[in-house]
């Protein structure tokens, strides 16, 4: 079974900043990495996952996370935030099936 | 807007009463999901049905009945909760239960139980 660990539960950062947001995992297998985000009341969105090929996914809104499957991270970056970036983070992984396990979240604010 | 489309978005109710949360996709998907959210806990994956039959059912109590009359409408019904099942209740799908499929999530229910 896979776990989920976001390293870092609350991310402040002042706009025009760059963040990164840490994601660790843990599989005996091949996996499928997702990474999602939720805005103050409203459900989850996908920024962009990870299948196969390229380490490097570039997703929506600017956001890209680079797979490492010898540190069997994930990590989420994007050069420079806006305050429309405040928002929840999840990092969720799947390996043989459709099951997604998500860790616990990374609330990222971004302050003027 | 989604295509995944949740109804109401906020419900109280008491322990004794009987509810249904409501869900609605409008993206041609065949699976589709309920999920609890809980304050600083991972998300919680509770049912699964593909083409309208249940294919997991993730140890949740019997307070908690889902309902999948066909691939488009999902529903929760819930009786004689209790107040640690206040949470965000999460509907979602895919186009089936394939791995890497990237599954579409709803707005979510507010759910408060007094």
């Known amino acids: 079974a896979q776990s989920v660990t976001q390293l870092d539960s609350q991310v402040p950062v002042f706009e025009e900043a760059p963040v990164e947001l840490r994601c660790n995992y843990s599989s005996s297998v091949s996996v499928y990495l997702f990474w999602y985000v939720q805005y103050p009341n409203q459900g989850l969105q996908l920024l962009l996952k990870?299948?196969?090929?390229?380490?490097l996914v570039k997703g929506i809104n600017g956001f890209e996370a680079e797979f490492n499957k010898s540190q069997t991270s994930f990590h989420l970056r994007k050069p420079s935030v806006h305050i429309s970036d405040t928002a929840e983070y999840f990092c969720a992984v799947s390996d043989s099936d459709y099951k997604l396990s998500f860790g616990a979240g990374t609330t990222v604010t971004v302050r003027a | 807007e989604t295509g995944v489309t949740q109804t109401p978005r906020h419900l109280v109710m008491g322990m004794t009463n009987k509810k249904s949360l409501k869900c609605e996709q409008h993206?041609?998907?065949?699976?589709m999901y309920w999920y609890k959210q809980s304050a600083k806990k991972p998300l919680e994956l509770m049912f699964v049905?593909?083409?309208?039959?249940?294919?997991e059912n993730n140890s949740v109590p019997s307070r908690f009945s889902p309902e999948c009359p066909n691939s488009s409408h999902l529903f929760l019904h819930l009786h004689t909760l209790q107040p640690e099942d206040s949470a965000l209740y999460l509907c979602?799908?895919?186009?089936?239960?394939?791995?890497?499929?990237?599954?579409?999530f709803g707005e979510g229910s507010w759910l408060t139980v007094v």
């Open positions: 049905y593909n083409f309208k039959e249940q294919t």
């Open positions: 993206l041609g998907h065949n699976a």
């Open positions: 990870y299948l196969s090929g390229s380490t």
């Open positions: 979602a799908s895919s186009p089936t239960t394939g791995t890497g499929n990237t599954i579409y």
